[in-house]
């Protein structure tokens, strides 16, 4: 491997691991409040390695929701990293399947940008490789940390982080909404759509959300081409 472009990597991908330091310390404070063990978070974190498919796993444990639902939710959220690959593949020198398999895996948002704004020629599997190796080192690390971290809080303490989730996501949508009015759209019809199968007791948790997310994105993406000929 090229060390000059590891090491590059690594420098570059430095400020996505100080990002990772407080969100993956979070999530693994809130696993331990949701029941899961310190192998449990870590394991989740070394093989998903997906923040926001995370944490909305960690909500739909604590609600009861079948092994099966959580996947096929966490999969819905994650569909953008089919388009993100597919456009680093562009970008990246040509190498072996399995090396693209290996960092395709680390692609997130974060490692994305990082990668897709870098100018010249192809960029090296190397500096991929120090990209994501920092980055998904300091989500890992962090996640056993604040799980450490949890087990010590006093047990009223725990209990009353549950809330944190909750508060996380508003902290999260409120301003994208702010920015985007499509993210309002869609944040309002996946609310009414799960409010109405929640109050209807039509369909359990884990499928409500399911439906909810994709009846917003498809309906959203419906409307939006009338609003820009308008």
Known sequence: MDSRGFSAGVKSGSSIAIGYF???????????????????????????????AQYISLSLIAAGVAPILIVLNTFVVNIRHFLMTAALNEKMQPDARWKKALYAFGITDESFSVLAIQQGSRLKTSFAAGVILISYSSWVVFTAVGHLIGANLPQFLQASMSIALYAMFVGLLVPSMRRNRKVVSLAAIAGLTHAFFYFTEWLSTGWAILVATLTS?????LISPKERKS
């Not at 979070?26 to 390695?49: D, H, P, Q």
């Open 22 to 52: 407080p969100i993956a310390l979070t999530f693994g404070l809130l696993a331990k409040t949701t029941g899961l063990s310190l192998i449990e978070a870590t394991a989740m974190s070394i093989f998903v390695f997906a923040g926001a």
């Open 217 to 221: 994105a498809i309906v959203v993406e």
